[in-house]
């Protein structure tokens, strides 16, 4: 493997730990500040991604898509914790789990209802068709830098949200002990729907730019879901710099990983058994590197709950 | 909870209305014997449902064709949605054959599913007739007096693709799969007949949409051609990406991957993309443009394969069911008449083998855009002239 092609590969990383990245941020903040387990946040992803595919179908634009499927998703957030996350704060995580996965199964055959089953494409913005020689005969879309920089753009957004503000503050305190911020006198209930309309803003947000790139179908969110459970367990529960480092870190090992187990493989057996096993192994491997993390910081990277 | 429960059985109401609306419809032609009745395996739920609209819709043109009859005696068809649950398909198929009495059951997307049911139905001696999927084993060792396909063996479109590339002399070629049994026959079928290098053999995760560290493979490897079989959205994540990568000057292969319920979410980043097939839109017979043109009247799409096998197999039945005077109760004698496969079919030559699988063509088509503006698959050349699967070989026909 050439250094030109490691490098690509690396930015082909870089760019998946971006985008779960801003599912998973999204996820810590829910799990971390409430201990409020959502499997529902993978189908957030998809209801950002099918906005996105309705509104640029009706608009003729990605732009003014993207503006307004933002603040649908947070829309659609609001209501499910209205509707349904609310009652269950207080309950235990297995409660949560199972109507959590009920809003999946609704909100999966809902969205096949309205769009039908079939997958649905969203045009790439006009300016960002186009892509760079990254090496011989390949180009690397301009759109994928696009999400890099709206990526990074989030994290460092996040960061000064979480570390520099009142709100931040209080989230901050409440991953750590909410019953002492809510003994302080603040409105627990409420930070925990602004939190959650955020978060699902967020992985919305995912949605929108994933849809040029990725299949628009229903279900699309429930992989990435598993992936970005790993990253808020490796990055620690609650912590959004967790999730940023531990999201780069899964992309990468997860993307280097597939493309270079194979021909790690063949030094050690035929090339058909080592397809299959290389293919097989990188597979596996974030799980593996999850569970090297876990057996040295049982807690993740960067914990954020005293123990 | 109260509410969801109410909205649950409410929702239940109005399927049941639905379904009961579709099924009056055909009653009204009620003459004096009993309507024949027809259960139609169509996958209704998740993200391949598409596959199984093609299927019914496919399935119902042919019956509308037939004014709703087979040899004279009005039919009824039974919708049955597979779920893609091997239990589920089997329960509800076996409903269908104890409860409903069926006397055909016709469809079925996936392998998995009609390997499931396959017992269940001819051990009933009920005829089984697959519109799409053909597991090799069906078609060699295990094939089955009560079974028949209107399809193909699921391998031969790989090797069409394969025997394409290798007339198209493309030297070196690399290969792209998912890691799972269906990948792994496409990647051997395309073997079978391809005779020049594979320079690698690629296998992704089911579950993996983004695809550029494979892409990046491929440009550092420069392959004269790239095949892949990628079905349903993993098919639009590949053409998309491999298209916007600016691949698209090494030449895409494909089968199952890029068709006319893949196309519309596909768009113009298939075009030229070319795939094995044993049917397309634009095949020119009678009886093609035909079920075209009304199809895309009534349904306002254009049909896939799914739907093109689909009709052929209401045809199918149709011709055998007249030439046997309407009397099913001769099961040897319905066999012959629906062996005999007496009717005009939208793929020009069809017959069925020993193996009761169609010795048909198959063609090597390529994604076109439409003057409306729609995209299809269009035939370029054909790859094989009334060809019978390898397997057939391996068939004993038991008498039944």
Redesign the interface.
């Known amino acids: 493997m050439s250094l030109t092609l490691l490098l690509v590969q690396g930015l082909n990383g870089l760019q998946l730990g971006i985008l779960l990245f801003l599912i998973a941020a999204g996820l810590t903040l829910v799990f971390g500040v409430m201990d409020f387990i959502n499997l529902a946040h993978g189908v957030q992803y998809m209801v950002g991604a099918y906005l996105a595919a309705f509104l640029a179908a009706q608009t003729g634009s990605f732009w003014a898509a993207l503006a307004l499927a933002l603040p649908a998703a947070l829309v659609v957030g609001l209501v499910l914790e209205f509707l349904v996350f609310r009652h269950l704060y207080d309950r235990d995580h297995m409660a949560q789990v199972l109507a959590t996965f009920g809003v999946i199964l609704i909100l999966n055959d809902g969205i096949k209802a309205l769009f039908g089953s079939a997958p649905l494409q969203v045009p790439m913005p006009e300016a960002l068709t186009g892509g760079f020689p990254i090496m011989d005969g390949l180009l690397y879309p301009h759109y994928r830098l696009a999400i890099i920089a709206g990526g990074l753009a989030t994290a460092a957004l996040l960061w000064w949200l979480v570390e520099r503000t009142k709100a931040g503050m209080l989230i901050r305190a409440g991953a750590t002990n909410a019953p002492m911020v809510a003994a302080l006198g603040i409105d627990i209930r409420r930070l925990f729907m602004v939190v959650f309309g955020f978060g699902a803003m967020l992985a919305g947000f995912a949605g929108v730019m994933a849809a040029p790139i990725l299949s628009v179908e229903p279900g699309m969110g429930d992989n990435l879901l598993i992936l970005a459970f790993v990253v808020i367990v490796i990055g620690g529960i609650g912590s959004v710099r967790g999730a940023f480092i531990a999201a780069l870190l899964v992309g990468t090992v997860e993307t280097l990983g597939r493309s270079m187990m194979p021909d790690l493989m063949r030094l050690f057996l035929d090339p058909s058994a080592a397809r299959q096993v290389g293919a097989a192994l990188a597979s596996m491997l974030i799980y593996i590197a999850m569970a090297a993390i876990l057996a040295f910081r049982p807690a993740g990277l960067f914990p954020v709950r005293a123990a | 909870m109260m509410n969801?429960q109410f909205g649950r059985r409410h929702a239940l109401g109005l399927a049941g209305g639905i379904a009961l609306g579709g099924l009056a419809a055909p009653t009204v032609a009620r003459a004096q014997a009993a309507p024949i009745k027809i259960g139609l395996v169509a996958l209704a739920t998740?993200?391949?449902?598409?596959l199984g609209?093609h299927l019914r819709d496919g399935f119902q043109l042919g019956m509308r064709h037939l004014d709703g009859k087979l040899g004279g005696r009005a039919a009824e068809v039974l919708l049955i949605d597979d779920e893609l649950r091997p239990d589920a398909a089997v329960t509800k198929v076996r409903a269908a054959l104890e409860r409903d009495r069926v006397d055909f059951v016709v469809g079925v997307v996936f392998s998995n599913i009609l390997a499931a049911i396959m017992r269940p139905v001819t051990d009933n001696q009920t005829f089984l007739i697959s519109t799409n999927a053909g597991p090799s084993p069906f078609a060699g060792r295990g094939c089955n007096p009560f079974f028949f396909a209107t399809s193909y063996v699921n391998d031969q479109n790989h090797a069409v693709m394969g025997k394409a590339a290798q007339d198209a002399g493309y030297g070196r070629v690399m290969l792209l799969a998912p890691?799972y049994q269906a990948g792994r026959d496409a990647v051997a079928g395309f073997k079978s007949e391809y005779k020049g290098t594979v320079v690698?053999?690629?296998?992704?995760?089911l579950?993996?949409?983004?695809f550029?560290?494979?892409?990046?493979?491929i440009?550092?490897a420069?392959p004269d051609a790239v095949f892949t079989f990628m079905p349903?959205?993993?098919?639009?994540?590949i053409v998309?990406?491999y298209r916007?990568?600016?691949?698209a000057?090494?030449p895409f292969l494909s089968a199952f991957t890029v068709d006319e319920?893949?196309l519309?979410?596909?768009?113009e980043a298939a075009l030229d993309f070319q795939t094995g097939t044993s049917w397309t839109p634009t095949l020119p017979n009678e009886q093609n443009a035909r079920f075209v043109r009304d199809f895309e009247g009534a349904y306002n799409y254009v049909p896939a394969s799914y739907a093109a096998h689909a009709y052929d197999a209401a045809m199918l039945l149709g011709s055998a069911v007249t030439k046997i005077g309407g009397n099913l109760a001769d099961k040897a004698a319905l066999r012959a008449a629906i062996k005999a496969a007496d009717f005009r079919s939208v793929r020009g030559n069809f017959a069925f083998g020993a193996n009761h699988f169609p010795v048909q063509d198959f063609w090597l088509a390529k994604v076109a855009r439409r003057p409306d503006g729609k995209f299809q698959t269009e035939h370029v050349r054909k790859v094989y002239d009334n060809v019978t699967d390898p397997f057939a070989a391996q068939c004993r026909m038991p008498a039944a």
């Open positions: 969801i998740g993200p391949a449902a598409t609209t890691n690698d053999e690629m296998f992704t995760p579950t993996q949409m983004d550029s560290a494979e892409l990046a493979r440009a550092a420069r349903g959205g993993l098919g639009v994540a998309r990406q916007q990568a600016g691949l000057s090494i319920a893949s519309p979410a596909q768009g």
